[in-house]
């Protein structure tokens, strides 16, 4: 039997169904688009940076449950930390999604993305967000995409 | 479940393509992405085999044995295409390395021999990128400019507005034949006319048409027209540009190189005749052999399928087949709450284009494939389509002649799954 339930778990689905901190963000000192152009999907991340910190983030786009769920659990998870912990948490992320095995920090509920490393084509679709909150931090005006 | 036609065992036709009996994910592959590209039988991937085992060679060079042998087998394809395409001279074939480099020539050189700043080329709204992007770089090249011909929002040309685009500024007129996004089978033959009516020079891309319809030109009376070899049962990597004698001769050399010189001196060089003048280097000499192959199986399967017999008897078959495919998953698909069918002319070829409320297209395909059937998932290369039709992405299932009503249940019943899963 098919066990699709480990691509997309519970909370995967419910933040796919009612995505945290999504709309613009008016105010944002800090903001980037992304693209995947072999899908099309699209996300905007919009911060607010104040003394080294991420006090406020909120993503809009359109994509698929997987990259939606993971823009919104990636709001939740960098809200209130400094702009290392974030950048730190983007990789650790990443690692999560492209090597097997277990996490080497606790991402909480991140990971139940990990189940995307079995399928190679949707990595992507969960790192999106990511990359493109990334460029949000840095202050890049330029829009980043999946394909260099 | 209605039943297909009685007289064609559909088990047998797909014993003949090797890659149909593949298991997925523990489940028989159900093949619904043939729009993207069909699968090969036997024929083809065993004359491919043959020409390297026992035949392989560069052609128009050699006085061997193997060279000659190599030289008439691709000249012969190119023979067997013109039947297909039902054109004129075989001089009219080009093979190029895909539809898109075929659109690519013209638009190129058209750029040197007929636009001109202000120009206008039309382009239907529902165009793969393919038929877009090379006029756009055309209009860059000229000054000359693209303009989007409206579609309704069943997906079907409207006629109405291209007239009225229509004037003495039409230059070219670039049209898809069948859309990949959405089906729809466009009243080529009539845009055709309408644009030779102000002048207009006219390519239609014949990509999705040339698996499922029998195309000929002369009937169309189309300047260009194109083909994706791949899509219908050939290799991928050649692709056809057809063109009237007079305008592809007109048109200028797209490449140099070998082959296509008549003399080379550093004073100048003089270029061959077409359609050797656009097929510069050492061309894909086993693909084009399977693209012969591909046409002798069409062939065969028409005399195996109908009485008529032929390519007219197995597209007839074909076109059959797929009706009755497509018509049983529209049918099928408009039960599931939700379900929201793209393109919804009465005049479809073989494609059902469908997004959900409730899950992204993506979230579709890789539950569907999970169940062992492939459909693609995207923009399907038609960003401004999508746009027009106010969605990101849709999921798509295209048939074949190979495919089964049963395939056709299982689509149906996994994306009622699908549903129940993210709703």
């Known amino acids: 039997m098919i066990d699709l339930r480990e691509l997309y778990q519970e909370v995967i689905l419910d933040h796919n169904k009612h995505p945290r901190n999504r709309g613009k963000l008016d105010g944002a000192t800090g903001q980037a688009e992304g693209h995947n152009p072999l899908c099309g999907d699209q996300v905007t991340v919009y911060v607010v940076k104040e003394n080294g910190r991420v006090v406020e983030v909120r993503f809009e786009g359109h994509g698929c449950a997987i990259s939606t769920a993971s823009a919104s659990m990636m709001t939740e998870a960098v809200k209130g930390k400094t702009i290392e912990e974030a950048e730190q948490l983007f990789r650790d992320f990443q690692s999560l999604v492209t090597t097997s095995g277990p996490a080497n920090e606790d991402l909480g509920d991140l990971e139940v993305l990990g189940g995307v490393r079995d399928y190679p084509v949707r990595i992507k679709c969960a790192t999106l967000p990511w990359h493109t909150l990334h460029a949000a931090l840095q202050g890049e005006q330029t829009s980043v995409s999946t394909e260099k | ?423």
């Not at chain 2, 050939?234 to 056809?240: D, F, I, M, N, Q």
């Not at chain 2, 399977?290 to 399928?305: C, H, K, P, Q």
């Not at chain 2, 078959?317 to 793209?342: P, V």
Request: charged content about 20%; proline content about 4%; overall charge negative.
């Open chain 2, 1 to 423: 479940m209605i039943s297909l036609s009685p007289v064609v065992d559909i088990s047998k036709i797909r014993a003949e393509f090797p890659v149909l009996s593949r298991i997925i994910n523990g489940q028989p592959l159900a093949y619904l992405d043939n729009a993207s590209t069909s699968q090969k039988p036997e024929a083809v991937i065993q004359a491919m085999d043959r020409f390297y085992r026992t035949q392989n060679a560069n052609i128009h060079r050699g006085v061997h044995q193997l060279s000659q042998e190599a030289t008439q087998a691709y000249d012969l394809a190119r023979e067997k295409v013109r039947d297909l395409l039902q054109a004129n001279d075989a001089r009219e074939i080009v093979f190029t390395k895909g539809c898109t480099e075929a659109i690519n020539l013209v638009a190129f050189g058209l750029s040197t021999t007929l636009l001109k700043p202000g120009d206008e080329i039309l382009v239907t709204t529902m165009e793969h990128h393919s038929n877009i992007v090379p006029w756009q770089m055309a209009a860059e090249r000229t000054g000359a400019v693209v303009k989007p011909i409206p579609i309704t929002d069943e997906g079907e040309v409207d006629m109405e507005a291209y007239a009225s685009m229509l004037s003495e500024r039409t230059k070219v007129v670039a049209m898809v034949h069948v859309s990949n996004s959405l089906g729809t089978i466009n009243p080529v033959k009539q845009m055709v006319a309408m644009a030779h009516n102000v002048g207009a020079k006219t390519l239609v891309d014949g990509a999705q048409a040339g698996p499922h319809l029998r195309v000929d030109v002369k009937d169309l009376d189309a300047d260009f027209y194109t083909l994706s070899c791949h899509k219908h049962y050939a290799p991928t990597g050649v692709g056809v540009l057809y063109g009237k004698l007079e305008h592809l001769e007109a048109l200028p050399a797209y490449q140099g190189g070998g082959d296509m010189i008549r003399t080379v001196r550093f004073s100048g060089s003089t270029y061959a005749p077409v359609p050797a003048k656009f097929e510069a280097g050492t061309p894909n000499v086993s693909g084009v052999i399977g693209v012969g192959a591909s046409i002798d199986y069409l062939r065969d399967l028409g005399d195996r399928v109908s009485a008529e017999g032929g390519l007219d008897g197995a597209f007839r078959w074909i076109g059959e087949q797929e009706h009755q495919l497509t018509g049983y998953a529209q049918q099928r698909l408009r039960e599931i709450d939700g379900l929201r069918i793209t393109g919804t002319s009465p005049t479809k070829a073989a494609v059902v284009a469908f997004t959900l409320e409730s899950a992204h297209p993506h979230d579709i395909g890789t539950v569907l494939d999970q169940h062992g059937i492939a459909i693609r998932a995207g923009h399907h290369c038609c960003m401004p389509l999508m746009e027009r039709l106010g969605v990101s992405a849709t999921a798509r299932a295209s048939f074949a002649f190979y495919n089964t009503l049963e395939e056709v249940d299982r689509l149906a019943d996994a994306v009622i799954l699908v549903k129940e899963l993210f709703s």
